[in-house]
């Protein structure tokens, strides 16, 4: 039996549930390297990416005559949470999307992760949002002033630590993970990945209320009115 479009844009299978999306990249050596790139950048994100197929083709002439290649693919990936289990058999495995930054790798996080495994078999998805501190942007969002290009540096390099410690503590505990820094606030940090893979839960991990700004600008509420999902909030410490 061959598979069947949905009207949502999946598609069904006998044994999978399929979403289709559309990606854009483009790379100066050529159309494959394009195309190659785009699907990289969405397997980091996407656990099971199945299909990728080239829409559209076009090239970019710079002023001074230099080429980027550019594509357009449709993706498919599974959405349903079937794997295959330990000594055979199907298992259903539960995706969380998890949004922390200068709480990454605390100890009460990593408390919350083992009450999940401990019901079943998770994936984590770990999203850490870097606004960049620049004039505007960074007052809308509560940071006390304006940045420079050094500050922006070492704001994504201490993010790209703290990513790294809770991946390596999420695979030290024997949980699938992934990850990745977004440019932007965590509100459209967070709906910029759900626009491209899907969860069953989101957890939001802040400093105290006295000290986060995510809470000051009630982020677990507002996130809650924008996405359809079961989302938990902790307050912990910042990691050292």
Sequence with gaps: MGDST??????????????????SATHPDGWEQATAAAVADLAGTIADLRLAMVVDRRVAIGPDGTLQ???????????????????GGVTTVRRVLLLANRTAGGAELMTEVRRRTAGGPCEF???????VPVVG?????????????????????AAEERLALQLALLREAGVPATG???????LKATL???????????????????????????????????IDLPIVHIEQAAAS
């Design 125 to 131: 998805h770990v999203l850490v949002p870097v606004l």
């Design 192 to 226: 910029e990945v759900l626009g491209r893979a899907s969860f069953d839960e989101i957890i939001v991990s802040t400093l105290p209320a006295a000290l986060s700004r995510w809470l000051r600008l009630d982020l677990p509420s507002r996130l809650a009115r924008q």
């Design 137 to 157: 942007t960074a007052a809308a969002w509560g940071e006390p002033g304006a940045g420079d290009e050094t500050d922006a540096m070492f704001a994504w390099a």
């Design 69 to 87: 290649y550019g594509v357009t693919l449709s993706l498919a990936y599974r959405v349903d949470r079937r794997r295959a289990a330990p000594g």
């Design 180 to 186: 990745e820094l977004r440019p932007s606030d965590p």
């Design 6 to 23: 949905t009207p949502g844009g999946g598609r069904v299978g006998q044994d999978a549930v399929h979403r289709v999306i559309r990606a």
